[in-house]
T-cell receptor, first 109, second 116 residues
Framework: DAKTTQPPSMDCAEGRAANLPCNHS???????VYWYRQIHSQGPQYIIH???NNETNEMASLIITEDRKSSTLILPHATLRDTAVYYC??????????FGKGTSLLVTP | GAVVSQHPSRVICKSGTSVKIECRSL??????MFWYRQFPKQSLMLMAT?????????EQGVEKDKFLINHASLTLSTLTVTSAHPEDSSFYIC????????????FGPGTRLLVL
């Protein structure tokens, strides 16, 4: 499975957009990009996933580059409750997810 | 999204006893469930893959005789930590994959185990 690289931490002001980058240069054609987040002492929460096209749901948008080697998760209006560790995972559909260290996002007032 | 529950949410037990953790998919059927554990300040680590009606597949280094997994129905998988020791104290989390080839896995809230 492809390895991902994320910055260890990021800050974002409340109400502003949070843009979380992820590099996955070794992604293969049948692998999806998944984003999950984990708030302290809770199970991971599914955010969004995509294969090739950009995706949007009620939580976030996922922008995948044309070559699929990187992606960006966008939280359009970050709130304090969005403070969490965000994981970018590349994996084939249906397989177990391998969690790296993720990005610790701190949303400040 | 789909809901996955775990029971209990936290448990304290004495060394040498066994503890059973349940993982249920509440509003969907899950052919496959996954068990993870997470130590403090670390990321989730996959322990095993549980398929309904068949034996679980364990990751390297995870003792199958110590961590017993049963996936007897499409909505329930159980993890039993046998003869628990203090080093088994951890946060145990399950996830469930919706049957039918769907791409998304949903996670339970986790079970915090403390072995004294």
């Amino acid at each position: 499975d492809a390895k991902t690289t994320q910055p260890p931490s990021m800050d974002c002001a409340e109400g502003r957009a949070a843009n979380l980058p992820c590099n996955h240069s070794t992604i293969s054609g049948n692998e999806y990009v998944y984003w999950y987040r984990q708030i302290h002492s809770q199970g991971p929460q599914y955010i969004i996933h995509g294969l090739k096209n950009n995706e949007t749901n009620e939580m976030a948008s996922l922008i995948i580059t044309e070559d699929r080697k990187s992606s960006t998760l966008i939280l359009p209006h970050a709130t304090l409750r969005d403070t969490a560790v965000y994981y970018c995972i590349v994996r084939g559909a249906g397989y177990a997810l391998n969690f790296g260290k993720g990005t610790s996002l701190l949303v400040t007032p | 999204g789909a809901v996955v529950s775990q029971h209990p949410s936290r448990v304290i037990c004495k060394s040498g006893t066994s503890v059973k953790i349940e993982c249920r998919s509440l509003d969907f059927q899950a052919t496959t469930m996954f068990w993870y554990r997470q130590f403090p300040k670390q990321s989730l680590m996959l322990m095993a893959t549980s398929n309904e009606g068949s034996k679980a597949t364990y990751e390297q280094g995870v003792e199958k005789d110590k961590f017993l997994i049963n996936h007897a129905s499409l909505t329930l998988s159980t993890l039993t930590v046998t003869s628990a020791h203090p080093e088994d104290s951890s946060f145990y989390i399950c996830s469930a994959r919706v049957s039918g080839g769907a791409e998304t896995q949903y996670f339970g809230p986790g079970t915090r185990l403390l072995v004294l």
